[in-house]
């Protein structure tokens, strides 16, 4: 031991100290949880100082900051929906012969009575889910749904190196990452996957990058608008309607009289 860490006369407590931290085995290392994406991070407005017109410029700052992260969160999760979706789909569909059996007759019948999702949405996730796996690793922004499904026969055929090179032929050229670039790329390399519908893919694609915070908000506002209305149509499916007017024909009448005024002005509003 040297003079330095000699506990000081008559100061048996730091002995004490002094051995229990040189016997005991060393603290676990607590590893920092995730950073939440969602979790907000106002300004604090203690902080902000300067004149008026300085405070003015670092708040509409913090908005502008606001509106992107708002749009960069949408685009994340959306991307995260598909492959965390498509993912259990593809299992549920093909595990153990169709997991869907355990409740209904047909993968179509099970993914409309479950999750209000017709058969073209099912399989556009299942397909777009391990592309856009592939295509997280290569980019740091979100990922494209429609690039994932247009690249899914090159990944099932020719695997991911395959999907890799197509991307690097796109950058290497010079282009903007787009559907109609991808495809040039694939058919040059000799992957060529098969033309998608024009109803699906038409024209440029516009990457999430690219939306503004106005269209993102829009379309936050949208899908959760649909969300509703996809738990309301859950919710009055079979004999519900029916069986409230004979419950209570009055009121049962009432009721379906607001449903159908409400689903008419929806119906406008989609003109």
Excluded: C
Aim: hydrophobic share 45%; net charge negative; charged share 25%.
């Amino acid at each position: 031991m040297s003079p330095k860490e000699l506990p000081a006369p008559g100061r048996s407590d730091g002995l004490t100290a002094l051995l229990r931290a040189r016997h005991s085995p060393a603290p676990a290392v607590r590893t920092p949880a995730p950073a939440d994406p969602f979790a907000p991070h106002p300004v604090d407005p203690a902080a902000v100082t300067g004149t008026a017109e300085e405070r003015l410029a670092a708040f509409e700052a913090a908005i502008d900051r606001a509106k992107e992260t708002a749009g960069a969160t949408l685009k994340a999760a959306r991307a995260r929906f598909v492959v965390e979706a498509g993912t259990a789909l593809r299992a549920i569909r093909d595990e153990d012969g169709g997991l869907y059996k355990v409740t209904h007759a047909t993968f179509e019948e099970y993914i409309d009575g479950r999750w209000d999702m017709d058969r073209t949405r099912a399989y556009q996730l299942i397909d777009a889910a391990p592309v856009m796996l592939v295509m997280s690793k290569i980019f740091d922004t979100a990922p494209v749904e429609s690039h994932a499904r247009l690249l899914a026969p090159v990944l099932e055929t020719h695997g991911e190196p395959a999907v890799r090179e197509v991307f690097a032929a796109v950058r290497t050229a010079g282009e903007k990452v787009t559907a109609a670039a991808l495809r040039d790329a694939a058919d040059r390399l000799g992957y060529a996957p098969p033309q998608a519908p024009a109803a699906e893919d038409d024209g440029e694609d516009v990457s999430p990058a690219e939306h503004t915070p106005a269209q993102a908000r829009a379309l936050v506002r949208l899908e959760q608008g649909l969300a509703a209305l996809r738990g309301a149509h859950r919710a009055l499916r079979g004999r519900v309607v029916p069986n409230a007017v004979a419950a209570d024909p009055v009121r049962g009448s009432e009721l379906v009289a607001e449903v159908a005024d409400l689903a008419a002005k929806i119906s406008r509003l989609a003109q």
